[in-house]
């Protein structure tokens, strides 16, 4: 057997959800792969599997249990949204101790967590992208200029979070500051976008052996002013898979998916949201760790596909541990 730490937790918002999240990968390993789940707070990393429990030593690379049994990891399984996991710091600490795991790299997934800039690296080859304007903590925020250039509504964003908290779509020029300040409650740079009038479609991209695999594509119809955290995880949201658009604008929006998986040399699962405006494709972002949830998208998208959770997984495990 191997021996996989499912790596959860963290220090953002989605916490909970990231505990959920691993939780259905945990009951969804099959041979050869056996779960530890690991859980991250600001204060431990604490482990549990059966009944035993104990704590992961970031000086040994081990597990620790109580009654004094070590464990090495074979693999691992990062399934933190937000910091540390999604930005890429807990892979840099699993490098140092020389223990595999499935997710991007350090540098794909910092990338790609910094809404700004995965979206003006993918600009740089043509992929489209709405117009931005990116604030850092102290900077003078010129409302005129950004209304100016962006039009109202439009989106304010924490550029560094890995949730959907501190996301706000602004109709009113009065509504902007406060947006600006709750964006910045959750990181500490703050993305502007346009507004995108369109079909909001995500798809989710993995690699199997040697070929880049496209699931079904999932239209999002919010019904809150769009697809916030109410929408994402308390049902306030109508999920269609596949997505009613046409099968020409289907292939387009999955070749372009691969082709920024790709661009950005991501490793296991990602999804990867576009609305569609008039036949064409933007990107909104990319999510390196998308939910796992019961009522996420991914495990929706895989059934509709016809592929279970355990073979999914299997398929990730036995792909990325042996590259």
């Not at 595999?100 to 790299?105: A, H, L, Q």
């Not at 890995?162 to 902007?176: C, D, F, M, P």
Request: proline share 3%; net charge negative.
């Amino acid at each position: 057997m191997k021996i996989i730490g499912i790596i959860c937790g963290g220090y953002s918002s989605e916490f909970e959800i990231s505990i959920k999240s691993a939780d259905t990968i945990l009951a969804n390993l099959s041979d050869p792969y056996i779960g530890y789940k690991i859980v991250i707070t600001n204060k431990d990393w604490k482990v549990s599997h059966e009944h035993k429990s104990g704590f992961f030593d970031l000086n040994q690379g081990k597990i620790i249990f109580e009654e004094g049994e070590q464990v090495r990891l074979d693999g691992a399984i990062v399934y933190i949204h937000g910091n540390p996991g999604e930005n890429g710091k807990i892979q840099a600490i699993l490098d140092l101790l020389s223990i595999p795991y499935v997710n991007s790299n350090v540098l794909a997934s910092a990338l790609s967590f910094d809404k700004w800039f995965c979206n003006q690296f993918l600009a740089s080859f043509d992929i489209q992208v709405a117009n931005s304007i990116l604030l850092h903590e102290g900077n003078l925020i010129d409302e005129d200029m950004i209304i100016q250039n962006l039009g109202l509504p439009l989106f304010v964003k924490p550029t560094d979070s890995g949730s959907s908290y501190g996301i706000s779509k602004v109709k009113e020029a009065s509504h902007l500051k406060a947006a600006i300040d709750s964006a910045f409650q959750e990181g500490k740079t703050v993305v502007l976008e346009s507004f995108l009038d369109g079909i909001e479609v995500t798809c989710g991209v993995y690699r199997h052996t040697d070929d880049l695999i496209a699931l079904p594509l999932t239209e999002i119809v919010s019904e809150n002013e769009f697809f916030d955290f109410e929408a994402k995880y308390q049902g306030k949201s109508n999920e269609i898979t596949p997505a009613r658009i046409s099968d020409e604008q289907a292939n387009i929006i999955k070749a372009q998916s691969k082709r920024i998986y790709s661009l950005l040399n991501l490793k296991s699962i990602a999804r990867i949201d576009f609305m569609l405006v008039k036949e064409i494709p933007y990107l909104i972002e990319v999510n390196t760790t998308p939910g796992f949830t019961a009522e996420s998208i991914v495990p929706k998208m895989l059934e509709a596909e016809g592929t279970s959770l355990s073979t999914f997984w299997r398929a990730i495990l036995d792909t990325e541990l042996k590259n």
